[in-house]
């Protein structure tokens, strides 16, 4: 199964949304597979808008510290923040905030580095830069492997179009 394969998932676009169901019922139920799904029952997210994004010091490939840095170090360059020696999450954060949040557009959180690094350079993968969702765990509510994030990027243009049928999808635990 590559990256770019959508089993078992898929991101479904509405213009529009009527009036919840309360009656709605399940189509699906499989009881291994709910067993180990990280959402253990039906949970809303509230977002409110910040005034600048708040990040975590995460490798994604789009991260604004890495073109900064390089901005301000081009001697220095780097192509991942794993590559500075100092590495400091508690100084990072500081400056930055805290990225451990869900979150609507803005950076995606990966909690064991951007998965889209491995990829070729010009690959399709690579041009998905949008975050769509980013999901943080939650306690025991919402648990991606052992208190990890989940992330759905697509690229710009099929956005602007309302394609949705090639977004990526990745969890990871931390």
């Known amino acids: 199964m590559g990256i770019d394969k959508e089993e078992d998932h898929r991101v479904i676009y509405y213009?529009?949304?009527?009036?919840?169901?309360?009656d709605a019922v399940?189509?699906?139920?499989?009881?291994?597979?709910d067993f180990w799904w990280p959402i253990k029952h039906e949970c809303a997210l509230e977002f409110t808008t910040l005034g600048r994004e708040i990040f975590a010091p995460?490798?994604?490939i789009n991260h604004p510290l890495i073109e900064k840095w390089n901005q301000a170090y081009p001697e220095q360059a780097i192509t991942s923040l794993f590559d500075l020696?100092?590495?400091?999450?508690?100084?990072?954060?500081?400056?930055?905030g805290s990225g451990d949040y869900s979150k609507l557009g803005?950076?995606?959180h990966f909690m064991q580095g951007d998965p889209r690094r491995e990829e070729p350079?010009?690959?399709?993968i690579r041009r998905r830069t949008v975050n769509l969702l980013t999901m943080d765990s939650y306690g025991n509510t919402v648990l991606w492997g052992d208190v990890g994030t989940a992330n759905w990027l697509i690229a710009p243009d099929r956005?602007?179009?309302?394609?949705?049928?090639?977004?990526?999808?990745?969890?990871?635990?931390?």
């Open 106 to 108: 803005g950076l995606p």
């Open 26 to 33: 399940a189509t699906c139920e499989d009881r291994e597979r």
């Open 121 to 124: 350079e010009n690959s399709d």
């Open 58 to 60: 995460n490798d994604s």
């Open 85 to 96: 020696d100092v590495y400091d999450v508690e100084e990072i954060e500081e400056i930055t």
């Open 159 to 174: 956005l602007a179009a309302r394609d949705f049928s090639q977004v990526f999808y990745e969890w990871s635990c931390g």
């Open 15 to 22: 213009p529009q949304l009527g009036e919840a169901n309360p």
